[in-house]
């Protein structure tokens, strides 16, 4: 049972948070911290929707060292891993240690036959490029001024050739973006554009918890208590690193909705916004409302798809698992 299963997460959380320490310096070493525990039970504790006890971890972070860095692209930096920013990330090297290497940019650029006008190294991508592209619902969502548009999002110019790969020619900025004549642009995520020595070997970690996603989830908290203007103050921090004016809207009902937008274009391209649909209560809403609109624009999708139901805010069960243990019981609707 998925209840069963949190009690046992914060029990490990709980014994992790006595046993670590928090971070001895910056840059940190990468391993697991006090910090890096104590936001996993936050974490948790928002989305049983135990916002009391969040606040107090999320509060507890800030005497742990932890800052958001001044200039909001330093945070990717691979000369900059393990910054105050951060309070978790998985840890990748490149070079020759078998293994070790990252290589997230070539699996989210469009699918090409050669990729150094981004990666500046030759690269067959045709197989696995094109996973996370930025959808244009997601780059209109960033406010006229926002800085994180450009440090998160850039364009691939070029053009599709007879096999339908694209072929790239240029490398540009989305702010103001027009295609060159006879081109197109494809959004692409920038954050993991970082120099490498050689093709699929890039040295990215992967951004797991970042000292501003506990600043929001921390004013998430407080106004679902009731408390907007004690939540305003973490808004602001976050939208003034980006550039953006700050807002004193302390109403719970808009500054939920403008909180929840604030996570989606902070924490882009790191896996939190699916989360954060769950734990609000918004999945369903957001996901069909999108599902309408691209159905429109594509007709040859099936009516069918994008609509999602409760059923479909959980995975089923593998076949694999269910044949293993015959006392398994499939989730519904599936």
Do not use: C
């Amino acid at each position: 049972k998925a209840e069963d299963i949190y009690a046992q997460v914060i029990k490990d959380a709980k014994d992790a948070i006595a046993k670590l320490k928090a971070p001895q310096k910056f840059p940190q070493s990468g391993h697991a911290s006090k910090g890096s525990a104590t936001m996993l039970l936050a974490d948790v504790y928002m989305t049983q929707h135990k916002y009391a006890e969040a606040v107090t971890l999320l509060e507890s972070l800030s005497g742990m060292g932890y800052q958001i860095l001044p200039d909001y692209s330093a945070v990717f930096s691979t000369s900059n891993k393990n910054n105050r920013e951060s309070i978790f990330e998985v840890q990748y090297m490149q070079g020759v240690q078998g293994g070790l290497q990252s290589n997230f940019i070539y699996k989210f650029l469009p699918r090409t036959l050669d990729t150094k006008i981004i990666t500046g190294v030759t690269t067959n991508t045709s197989t696995v490029g094109g996973w996370n592209t930025p959808t244009d619902d997601l780059i209109a969502s960033y406010e006229p001024g926002d800085k994180r548009l450009d440090a998160s999002i850039g364009i691939v110019e070029g053009a599709y050739n007879a096999s339908d790969l694209f072929v790239y020619s240029a490398d540009k900025s989305i702010i103001g973006y027009t295609p060159a004549p006879g081109k197109i642009g494809i959004p692409y995520t920038r954050k993991f554009q970082h120099p490498s020595e050689t093709s699929n070997n890039t040295d990215d970690n992967w951004p797991v918890y970042r000292y501003s996603d506990a600043l929001l989830l921390l004013a998430a908290a407080l106004n679902e208590q009731g408390k907007g203007p004690e939540a305003l103050p973490y808004v602001n921090r976050v939208r003034s690193r980006a550039g953006l004016a700050e807002i004193g809207t302390t109403g719970k009902e808009e500054l939920r909705k403008i909180i929840l937008h604030e996570r989606r274009v902070e924490l882009a391209f790191e896996d939190h916004r699916w989360f954060d649909l769950l734990r609000t209560g918004n999945a369903i809403e957001v996901m069909n409302a999108y599902g309408k609109v691209m159905k429109s624009t594509y007709k040859y999708l099936n009516p069918a798809s994008y609509n999602v139901t409760k059923d479909r805010l959980v995975y089923p069960i593998p076949e694999s698992e269910m044949g293993l243990n015959t006392l398994l019981t499939q989730n519904p609707g599936y």
